[in-house]
């Protein structure tokens, strides 16, 4: 599968179906799950893969779920996502990383690049994020990435209303992209 964006360490593609015992993996471990809902049993993984995964390529073009690669290994770190809440027609931005991956700074990295995409080529005009009230890990990422905080949300889709209230962030992408062109060197 090509790759369709990189970054100097990882590269993103779309997942298949032969992503399954992988992804399945990934939702077993509980540290992983801890903040996504718990582990899920493989005919959850199944049709999460089937329907919020590969239909959802088709479905809503330039966004989606995508396997997040290390680029010198080849090895799946987790995925990134530039997708609807599920309920919602808010786009939002997130990842998740198999424990081996870390503390390397992937979500920050790939998630720049996405909001990026989202935001420069998609042209998308608000992107949100939303993290669990104990995640300080992923909350920092979504400031990183330029993301800025605006209290709490919740949502009552059943994916998210166990969960309760979420630490939300948001971007409006006029600010963001004012910000970036700030740091940009001239020419």
Partial sequence: MIPWLETPR???RRFTADDRVWLGELYADPEVT???GGTQTPDAVDRMLRHRILD???EHPGLGIWMTIERDTG???GFHLL???QGESIIQVGFALARWAWGRGYGTEMGAAVLG???ATLGLQNIAGMASLGNRASQRVLE???LERRGERSFP???YASEGPMAWFERDASDWLAERSKHRPSR
């Fill in 75 to 77: 090895e799946r770190a």
């Fill in 56 to 58: 959802y390529y088709e």
């Fill in 83 to 85: 997708n609807n809440i």
């Fill in 34 to 36: 801890r903040y996504l």
């Fill in 157 to 159: 889709h059943p994916a």
């Fill in 117 to 119: 995409h989202g935001f």
């Fill in 144 to 146: 990183k990435i330029g």
């Fill in 10 to 12: 990882l590269l993103l």
